[in-house]
């Protein structure tokens, strides 16, 4: 699957470029802490799309500016609406109440657990031992790591392809972009690109260009 991320900063905005995004992707990413005064009714909102429902924490280089039982509420709400996906983060204290939450009520959202690093790309044993710790937790596990050199593109699609259909895994920054064009191949549940220069992450690579060099290589999409 291709993701695009929605980085609009009022809820309005956000549901067009939804649409419109939509059109050449398979799903899209609600980034909410980039928006301002996000209300559960707007959750609501943003679920009835295929979608990755992100309340990305300051702590973890996100932009929320509420508090964290604001940020959790609007998680649940996320989850009380069958959103298709929610990004939850392995620091988060209580991811575990999260996922408990969704299981208690029968939601059939699946979660993302999610790691990032925007320094470096962990040894292969680290980067594993997060992998093993996030599907304790959640359905998914997502890493994204800063690429520093070609050891780090090799760590990440071992990783990648030994937990292959139960993991979203990124390099970031240019010397990361061939995990974002190999990891589907490689059984990354999906990979981020860019639309028009908007993008969420450094590396992202624009949609037409991943769809063509996808083309050129016989690459198919990992639904």
């Known amino acids: 699957m291709i993701c695009l991320p929605v980085v609009e900063n009022s809820v309005e905005k956000a549901l067009k470029v939804a649409e419109e995004y939509l059109k050449v992707s398979d799903i899209v990413e609600f980034r909410v802490d980039m928006m301002n005064n996000v209300k559960e009714e707007d959750i609501e909102k943003f679920s009835k799309y295929p979608c990755i429902i992100t309340v990305r924490p300051k702590w973890e280089g996100g932009f929320w500016k509420g508090s964290e039982e604001e940020r959790l509420k609007l ?6 609406c069958n959103a298709k996906f929610v990004d939850i983060e392995l620091k988060e204290k209580k991811n575990k109440d999260l996922v408990n939450f969704r299981n208690e009520i029968g939601s059939k959202t699946k979660i993302i657990i999610s790691y990032h690093d925007f320094e470096k790309t962990p040894s292969k044993k680290e980067l594993e ?55 589907i191949y490689f059984g990354s549940v999906l990979t981020f690109a860019s639309y028009g220069g908007k993008s969420s992450a450094p590396g992202q690579i624009d949609v037409f260009s991943l769809k063509e060099i996808w083309k050129e290589l016989g690459i198919d999409k990992v639904e």
């Open 129 to 183: 031992e997060v992998v093993e710790k996030a599907l304790e937790l959640g359905d998914i596990a997502k890493f994204a790591t800063m690429v520093n050199d070609k050891k780090d593109v090799l760590k990440i699609l071992h990783t990648i392809y030994k937990y292959s259909g139960n993991i979203i895994g990124i390099g970031m920054g240019e010397k990361g972009k061939l995990t974002r064009i190999l990891g």
């Open 75 to 80: 998680l649940k709400k996320a989850i009380e």
